[in-house]
């Protein structure tokens, strides 16, 4: 498979990424400190290394639904695992033997990578 580099902000602890939410979840998390008004695990969502980059996929928060940007701290591990999940977006003919299998694998996966 190809090497990619990501570019993002991190520190000892983990790595910062940002995410679009509807204000009543990003409000309450902001005064929560944690997810818990309306956030739920299985619904799909994208995160971006950049904020820039969140700001326009967000419509720079006039978009329906993505109206609050956080800024989140994965671990270490937690980034690498969600990476290691994760199927590219676009066919890869070094990490797929065939175009079938990759549709297969990103039908499956929980996590798919631009």
Known sequence: MTQKTIL???DDEGVHVYQAY????GDAALRDGT????FSLT???WIKPSFG????RSG??????HEVILK???SHQGFLTILGDAVPSHYDRDAYESKDEWEDAK????CVVQ
């Open 53 to 56: 980059w969140m700001q326009y």
């Open 72 to 74: 989140i701290k994965l």
């Open 43 to 45: 619904r799909m969502t």
């Open 22 to 25: 509807r204000s009543e979840i």
């Open 8 to 10: 993002a902000a991190c």
């Open 60 to 65: 720079y928060g006039y978009k329906p639904g």
């Open 35 to 38: 997810f818990t008004e309306g």
């Open 107 to 110: 039908r499956k996966s929980e």
